[in-house]
């Protein structure tokens, strides 16, 4: 949209001071119109406003039966990281992450997370610990 803004009329009365004209009068008319800014940064790269992270994700186990869901879960962790995850049981169990030998128990109907840095590389089993049911397989690489 073009806006055209009269910002006011100026009427000038130019005199001529010399004696020998007869006092005429000279009237000139000014419009002064402003039209929008030619210098607008619509055009211009706006700068990005930061990302937030996304959101993270916590990988969840769900147990039906005494067995996992989908089958053995493969989680890859960096060393250095956390080592997150959640189990969600209809049994209760102990559930056990090997080599890190952390042990917590889940009730049937509840859920644990486990939490533990991730200090040792390799692969390590996740398992429902009194059923001997593998839940997941977890991979420390190298940071």
């Known amino acids: 949209m073009l806006a055209v803004v009269v910002a ?5 009365v130019v005199r001529d001071d010399d004696d020998s004209d007869s006092g005429s009068t000279t009237t000139a008319a000014q419009t002064t119109t402003s039209t929008p ?4 940064t619509a055009d211009e790269p706006q700068p990005e406003k930061p990302k937030p992270p996304p959101a993270s994700r916590i990988p969840l186990i769900e147990v039906v039966n005494g067995e ?26 102990h559930v056990h992450l ?22 040792i590389e390799g692969v390590f089993e996740v398992e429902l610990e009194d059923r001997v049911v593998p839940l997941a397989e977890i991979t ?4």
Do not use: C, W
């Open 8 to 12: 006011g009329e100026m009427f000038l």
């Open 140 to 143: 420390v690489e190298p940071s």
């Open 68 to 93: 996992p869901v989908g089958g053995v879960a493969e989680l890859t962790f960096s060393k250095g990281d956390d080592i997150r995850f959640v189990v969600e049981s209809d049994v209760a169990d």
């Open 98 to 119: 090997h080599g890190y030998d952390v042990f917590q128990d889940v009730p049937a109907g509840g859920k644990v997370e486990f939490n533990v840095p991730a200090t």
């Open 37 to 40: 800014d030619e210098t607008t």
